[in-house]
């Protein structure tokens, strides 16, 4: 059974410092890891999607990494800014037939001014 | 069109009462999601349409949950004779094909609360 998990829960860190955010899953065989943001009282907006044959994938100051032989993915955030304070969740495909996710329990980051 | 919309963004009901939640995908996607999110708890997953195939019903929680959709546009996820535990955040989210390979795009949510 696939289990998606982020550590950590939570994280603080002072406007402009660079910082990586963690999710680990227990089956290796993914087809893609998708990392979400979630705004407070809002829906989920899609960052990166990273396809089981890529390491890494870039979009502005946002790096997501995919290591799917030890189970892990990192999104690296640079230079981070008071804007980016949300919840960061990450998501793998239940099975090959749907697209289904099983999302981890996120991670909320603030970031302080 | 623009992105995933959903309506109403807020709906407080009364237990026992019959509520139905729209979810409008992104035009041409062919993959409808439904999930669920409880407060303090991860999203879980609840059904899912792709095309004309009969949809996948695995992760509804009771047969007090039905959804449908029309073709390859709107669904409508509707609960039966709601309970406090129904109340949640349901998120609907489509993506252009089906399968594993897809990105998914998600809607603003609906905000469900039984009293």
């Known amino acids: 059974k696939q289990e998606v998990t982020q550590i950590p829960a939570a994280l603080s860190v002072p406007e402009g410092e660079n910082l990586v955010l963690n999710c680990s899953f227990t089956d290796s065989a993914i087809y893609n890891l998708q ?79 | 069109g623009a992105g995933v919309s959903q309506s109403p963004s807020n709906k407080v009901t009364e237990k026992g009462k019959d509520v139905e939640l729209r979810c409008d995908p992104i035009s041409g996607h062919t993959a409808l999601y439904w999930y669920r999110q409880r407060l303090g708890q991860g999203l879980e997953f609840l059904i899912y349409f792709q095309g004309n195939s009969a949809p996948d019903k695995s992760g509804l929680p009771s047969d007090r949950f039905s959804a449908e959709r029309t073709g390859e546009s709107v669904s409508t996820l509707t609960i039966q004779r709601t309970q406090q535990e129904d109340s949640a955040v349901y998120l609907c989210a489509s993506s252009s094909g089906s399968g594993t390979y897809n990105e998914q795009f998600f809607g603003p949510g609906t905000r469900l609360t039984v009293l």
């Open chain 1, 35 to 113: 990392w979400f943001r979630q705004d407070p009282g809002k829906g989920l907006t899609s960052l990166l999607l990273i396809q089981s044959s890529q390491r890494e994938q870039t979009s502005g100051r946002l790096n997501a990494s995919l290591d799917k032989s030890s189970g892990r993915s990192t999104l690296y955030i640079a230079a981070s800014q008071p804007g980016d304070s949300a919840t960061y969740l990450c998501a793998v495909p239940l099975s090959s037939n749907t697209g289904k996710l099983i999302f981890g329990q996120g991670t909320t980051l603030q970031v302080k001014p």
